[in-house]
Each structure stands twice: as structure tokens, then as C-alpha cells.
């Protein structure tokens, strides 16, 4: 295997994939990129057994197809820190190493064979659809900041992808706050009606790779897998087998008292509150009355933070208090310059989302200050 490339048409490949690898090399060759050059172009996959990805690269001259694996971190690594638009040289040496040179550079990599590189299979597809590739990222990066780590309910660990009628929604809770968004598409084919959970780890990465841009991408959905598909890369994951709770439920109910703010404001006032909140909770105090917001924040040291906004707000007067954190990560999600947060009690979660706008909402259950 020889072929030269230009720095800049490789580097990105090589660190999508990466990210995918598995680092913790508990099987050596899942630590390795598998690099096939054939047809005046590279693809480049990596996988963890549990998300792969195969991506191609355009390549300036092919003098001998091939395969080998190698180090997806030092690779990686070693193409990222060299000069912009220089000519790489890859060629598989006959002692089983791959040397890469550049103009005033040149390394060998320890190589292992192609034949244990495992390939990931999702099983029979049943739902495909095609979307733009900036609405699935879009949904995907305004949810996945709700989902669990580690979690013992293993199926928070995870976002949940649901069809129904001509809708497709992403959901993701932690137990204490969630995330909703919505695409309406429109397709011959409608999908049959179903859900499917996908890992923590594929719905963050497939969030990064996805261009923002109107580029046509296939979804498809088998019962254990699913699959994003665009010109330049090939995304699989299996998916979490388990049954994610009734996210509706979470949704409060009843006559809402509505506080109308800019996010630009509260944002500000949330960044101030949060120097001297307790460092352990992160809990801020809501006072609201008409037309005012009163935000409070202390600590063990008996330190004291308070601000009022005013605002726009005719409800009943109310005491609430919420976690700093996550109402900043809420309002860093929201587009629009200006919130609604919905209220229904002092026991009661909060309900934010732009005004008018209930394809995307989220929820935040209050806590005792």
C-alpha cells in the first residue's frame, strides 16, 4: 500500500475516528484505525463494538491499494501537528510498518492485521427516512445535554428517538431534568411508529460529525441498531435494549403562571449567582411577584449573592429554587433572544421554552434551598 495525500483532506477524518476508538485497548486492535486505499480515495474506520464509523478521503496519488490498522491516537495526533496543506506519503513497508513522511519529516507505525478488525452489523433495517443533516443535529445537540452518565437505570444513559405519525422526537432526562425536541418531515414512506434508545456515547459523537448544513443524510433503524449514512461517512451504533420511560408524564399540568425574560438577562444574573452559590448544590432562589424576578445565592461561608430583573410576569407570587447548572445549559440550547419559563407551583417542575414554540421544551424540577 502507497499513497500521498494532502494533510488537509485526512486530518478530520482521522480524528472523527479517533474519538470512536477504544482507548482503554482491553482488545488491542479496537485502539487502531483500519485504512483501505482503493479507487483514489482512503476509508478510514474505527469502532468500540458498540458505534462505528467508516470515512473517506480523497487522495492525491494511489501508486498501490492496501489495508493495515494502526494507532488511531498517535495517527491522529501525529497528522493534526503537521504543517497545513503538506503532501503525507503513506506506505506499507514490507516489515509490516507504516511510514508516513512529510517534506522534513518522516515516522514509522507499528501496524496489525486487518483480518481480527471486527465489523459492526445492525441487523435488518426497519424504518428509513431521509433528513437534512442540520435538523438531526440539531436535535441531537439540543437534547443530549440532559442524558445520564452512569447511571444504574442504564436507559437514561441514553437518547430516545421516536417516530410517530410524520414526527420524529428526541428525548433525554437524567431524572431531574429533560429535553424535547420535535422534526416534522415529510417522506412518501412513513416510518412505522417506534422508538429506539440510542447510547450516550453514539448520540455526542454523531452530534459533532453532522454538518450543520441541508445535506440530505439516510436514517435507518433495525431493533438492535441504527445508522446515519451521508456522502462522506458511515455512522452505526447499537442501540440500548430497554424501555425508556413515559417522558409525557414528566410534563406538568394545570394553569401555568408564565415569566417572560430576556436570555441575554437571566444569563448574566444566573453567570453572577453561581460565584457564590454552594459549590457542592449550585442552587439559586427564585422570588417572583409582578413583573419582577429576584434571584438569590449563598454558601457554607455565608456568603450572598441577589439581583432583581425586571420582567415581564402577572402570576401569583411564588419561591422556587432550581440548580444553576442546569438552567445555564437549558438557556445555552434556546435560539430565540427571549424565554417563557412556565410555573406551576412551588412543588411543581419549571417549563421553559421560546415563546410560542413548543417543538422544543424542557423541563427542571425544582429543588429545596
Known amino acids: 500500500m502507497k499513497f500521498i495525500v494532502k494533510k488537509n483532506e485526512i486530518v478530520d477524518t482521522l480524528t ?30 474505527a469502532t468500540d463494538l458498540e458505534i462505528q464509523i467508516k470515512s473517506k478521503s480523497k487522495i492525491k496519488n494511489l501508486e498501490t491499494p492496501g489495508e493495515t490498522t494502526v494507532s488511531a491516537r498517535k495517527m491522529s495526533e501525529l497528522c493534526r501537528s503537521l504543517p497545513d496543506n503538506e503532501d503525507l506519503t503513506f506506505e506499507l513497508k514490507e516489515n509490516g510498518k507504516l511510514s508516513v513522511s512529510a517534506k522534513n519529516f518522516h515516522a514509522d507505525f507499528a501496524t ?53 405519525d410524520t414526527n420524529l422526537t428526541a428525548v433525554a432526562t437524567d431524572g431531574h431534568r429533560l429535553a424535547s425536541a420535535t422534526y416534522k418531515f415529510n417522506h412518501s414512506n412513513n ?12 448520540a455526542l459523537e454523531l452530534s459533532k460529525i453532522l454538518p450543520q448544513s441541508n445535506e440530505a443524510i439516510s436514517l435507518t433503524l433495525s431493533e438492535s441498531g441504527v445508522g446515519v449514512k451521508s456522502k462522506n461517512f458511515d455512522f452505526s451504533s447499537k442501540l440500548i435494549d430497554g424501555k425508556f420511560p413515559d417522558y409525557k408524564k414528566v410534563f406538568p399540568q394545570g394553569e401555568p403562571s408564565k415569566l ?35 434571584l438569590t445565592a449563598n454558601n457554607p461561608e455565608q456568603e450572598f449573592a441577589e439581583e432583581v430583573i425586571e420582567t415581564k410576569y402577572s402570576g401569583i407570587r411564588m419561591e422556587i429554587g432550581f440548580n444553576i447548572g442546569y438552567l445555564l445549559d ?37 429543588m429545596r434551598l
Open 260 to 294: 417572560i425574560i430576556s436570555k441575554e438577562h437571566l444569563n448574566d444574573a444566573l453567570s453572577r449567582a453561581s460565584v457564590l452559590s454552594n459549590e457542592k448544590y449550585r442552587g439559586v432562589r427564585f422570588e417572583l411577584e409582578k413583573d419582577s424576578l429576584k
Open 330 to 366: 437549558v438557556i445555552g440550547s434556546i435560539d430565540s433572544e427571549t424565554l417563557e419559563l412556565s410555573f406551576f407551583g412551588e412543588e411543581s417542575s419549571c417549563l421553559i421554552n421560546e415563546p410560542k414554540n413548543l417543538k422544543e421544551v424542557y423541563v427542571i424540577m425544582p
Open 191 to 202: 416510518p412505522l411508529e417506534s422508538s429506539h434508545i440510542l447510547p450516550r456515547k453514539a
Open 112 to 164: 496489525l492485521s486487518t483480518n481480527d478488525f471486527p465489523e459492526l452489523d445492525i441487523g435488518r433495517t426497519e424504518n428509513s427516512l431521509e433528513l437534512d443533516s442540520g435538523l438531526l443535529k440539531n436535535l441531537l445537540t439540543k437534547t443530549s445535554f440532559c442524558m445520564a452518565s452512569q447511571d444504574v437505570r442504564y436507559y437514561l444513559n441514553g437518547l430516545l428517538l421516536e417516530f410517530a
Open 16 to 45: 472523527i475516528s479517533a474519538a470512536i476508538a477504544e482507548r482503554r485497548q482491553t482488545i488491542p486492535i479496537l485502539a487502531n484505525l483500519r485504512i483501505v486505499a482503493k479507487n483514489s480515495e482512503i476509508e478510514v474506520t
